[in-house]
């Protein structure tokens, strides 16, 4: 993609000190404001359109759960790594602000793009399980997480928003289990973990108008429960690891089969043209 043709516009984050502490106490940190919304009909249409299986650029995307042809209505819709086909998404995941916002909360000297998600929760869509995001990425050292969600419709408790726990991030990593799309119980494994630990479940639901964000570490437990409303509920997000991660020499199950297909013979080192350097602190980053 050509630099120029940038259409959308992300506010650079300063964290300030209070911002940063509310992070380490809390695993998340949520910003009222970060993605300008003037073109966002653009990305309305480019969801139906990732959808529909229409690929701007040619190539399919990693993984995908639901198709307008085939899928059912009352299913929250997923797409994983959406930016390699489709140059809007490719713009807002590997946005150097995001990037660098990713890094300074986790104290790390760059970030890297390892994976994004397109969400759509229709009215009546249904729940995503509480889990941590780190528990899937085994495949990589360090195993560990940076997660930017960001809405693109206003989103509440009533809508199925995000939802986390708050100080979760320093209660370990557990490794996945259970269903992940629309369990009846989405809050099974969180219960079973906190009761494990002997640890009480305080929730922080994430309310912003669209353009918001919300960052979490990877160790943070988070879900989303049913859409309650008539309107959508849709998100971006960015999954991502230090600029100097590695693949992980012998992990190969769980998303590994998926991603380790990735990997070069000879060297873990991750390539860039997969799993993108978005921003670091000497300047350098990918020519995505
Ligand atoms: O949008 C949701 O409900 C879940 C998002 C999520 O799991 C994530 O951003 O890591």
């Known amino acids: 993609m050509i630099k120029d043709d940038k259409i959308f516009v992300m506010i650079e984050i300063s964290l300030n000190e209070d911002q940063k502490k509310d992070f380490q106490k809390n695993?998340?940190?949520?910003?009222?404001?970060?993605?300008e919304t003037t073109h966002f009909e653009r990305l309305y249409e480019r969801f139906q359109s990732l959808f529909n299986g229409n690929f701007e650029t040619g190539i399919e995307p990693d993984e995908w759960n639901w198709k307008f042809e085939s899928g059912p209505k009352d299913v929250t819709r997923q797409i994983c790594n959406a930016w390699k086909s489709d140059n809007s998404i490719k713009e807002i995941v590997c946005n150097e602000f995001l990037g660098k916002a990713c890094a300074e909360l986790m104290g790390w000297s760059g970030s890297r793009l390892l994976q994004d998600n397109v969400l759509w929760k229709p009215p009546g869509g249904k729940t995503l399980a509480y889990h941590q995001d780190a528990a899937y990425d085994d495949w990589i050292v360090p195993q560990t997480m940076m997660t930017c969600w960001m809405p693109i419709d206003n989103v509440d408790k009533e809508k199925g928003t995000l939802e986390y726990v708050k100080g979760s991030h320093l209660w370990g990593l557990?490794?996945?289990?259970?269903?992940?799309?629309?369990?009846?119980?989405?809050?099974?494994?969180?219960?079973?973990?906190?009761?494990?630990?002997?640890?009480?479940?305080?929730?922080?639901y994430v309310e912003v108008p669209a353009g918001g964000a919300a960052f979490h570490h990877g160790y943070t437990w988070h879900g989303s429960g049913i859409n309650n409303t008539n309107s959508n509920r849709r998100a971006i997000v960015a999954h991502c690891v230090p600029s100097d991660?590695?693949?992980?020499?012998?992990?190969?199950?769980?998303?590994?089969?998926?991603?380790?297909?990735?990997?070069?013979?000879?060297?873990?080192?991750l390539d860039e043209s997969f799993f993108p350097i978005i921003w670091t602190k000497g300047g350098y980053r990918t020519n995505v």
């Open 245 to 269: 991660s590695k693949f992980h020499p012998t992990n190969t199950g769980g998303t590994a089969r998926i991603y380790k297909k990735y990997k070069k013979l000879e060297t873990d080192e």
């Open 174 to 204: 557990s490794p996945p289990k259970g269903q992940f799309h629309s369990p009846k119980d989405y809050k099974k494994e969180l219960n079973e973990y906190a009761s494990k630990l002997n640890k009480e479940i305080q929730i922080q």
């Open 27 to 35: 695993g998340f940190l949520i910003i009222e404001s970060f993605l």
